[in-house]
């Protein structure tokens, strides 16, 4: 409260240099705010975009699953799966934005299927099928990968707006209310220190 701070003049200059920085920081932290706002709505219109691409290809891989089971039988496609490598070409990086760590999925090369199993007892939707789904797998990925990077960003954009909100209601009003307070005090003190020394030089006349 500004009844707690002491009236002096060092204080008042004291306070006045934090009242400055306090509202420079409620300019940064509102600009900040901002700027992560844009990023996420821009990376939320994507996110939308990149599940419907998702949603299709799971189904569209799904269908042609289906396919390969109904054309070449369960079992000769379990034991296909079996044989194919689990691909790790997927890479995560991380990118900043206002200092807040951004995930990235980058997907290093285009996928060729390796036809490392038999063609005899195959046909083309079992390729279609292994293409489809890593195709499927890249997307689901960079979806994730971008849900999380607006979860953080929704989480910072929360945190620096409570920040805000403490600085524009509590702390530079306190400030206001110090400063006004001191100056009332330091004025007050003058027009006395006046009238005494008015009535000093009164009285020896």
Same mark, same amino acid.
């Given at each position: 409260?500004?009844? %707690? @701070? ?8 004291? !306070?006045?240099k934090q009242l400055q920085l306090a509202k420079l920081g ?11 706002? $844009? ?11 990149? %599940? #419907?691409?998702?949603?299709?290809? =799971? ?12 054309? *070449?039988?369960?079992? /000769? ?15 995560? $990086?991380?990118?900043? @934005? ?6 990235? @999925? /980058?997907?290093? #090369? ?10 005899? $007892? ?6 279609? *099928? ?19 990077? !607006?979860?953080?960003?929704? =989480? ?14 509590? /702390?530079?009003?306190? =400030?206001? #209310? %110090?400063?006004?307070? !001191? %100056?009332?005090?330091? #004025?007050?003190?003058? $027009? ?9 030089? *009164?009285?020896?006349?």
């Open positions: 409260m500004a009844m %707690q @701070v002491f009236p002096t003049k060092g204080n008042l200059i004291a !306070i006045k409620y300019e940064l932290l509102d600009r900040k705010r901002n700027i992560m706002l $844009r990023e996420m709505l821009a990376m939320a219109e994507v996110a939308v975009e990149l %599940q #419907e691409k998702s949603n299709a290809a =799971f189904e569209e891989a799904y269908t042609l699953l289906q396919y390969a089971n109904f054309t *070449t039988g369960q079992k /000769v496609v379990m034991e296909i799966s079996q044989m194919v490598p689990v691909r790790d070409h997927l890479t995560i $990086r991380y990118k900043s @934005v206002m200092g807040i760590e951004i995930p990235e @999925v /980058v997907d290093e #090369e285009e996928f060729m299927p390796e036809l490392n199993y038999g063609i005899g $007892r195959t046909n083309s939707y079992v390729d279609k *099928t292994l293409i489809k789904f890593n195709i499927a797998k890249s997307l689901a990925a960079k979806q994730a990968a971008l849900e999380n990077s !607006i979860y953080r960003l929704a =989480f910072a954009i929360k945190q620096a707006q409570k920040r805000a909100n403490a600085l524009k209601n509590i /702390v530079i009003p306190r =400030f206001d #209310e %110090q400063i006004i307070y !001191i %100056q009332s005090y330091l #004025e007050e003190k003058e $027009r006395e220190e006046f009238t005494a020394m008015k009535m000093v030089k *009164t009285s020896k006349l």
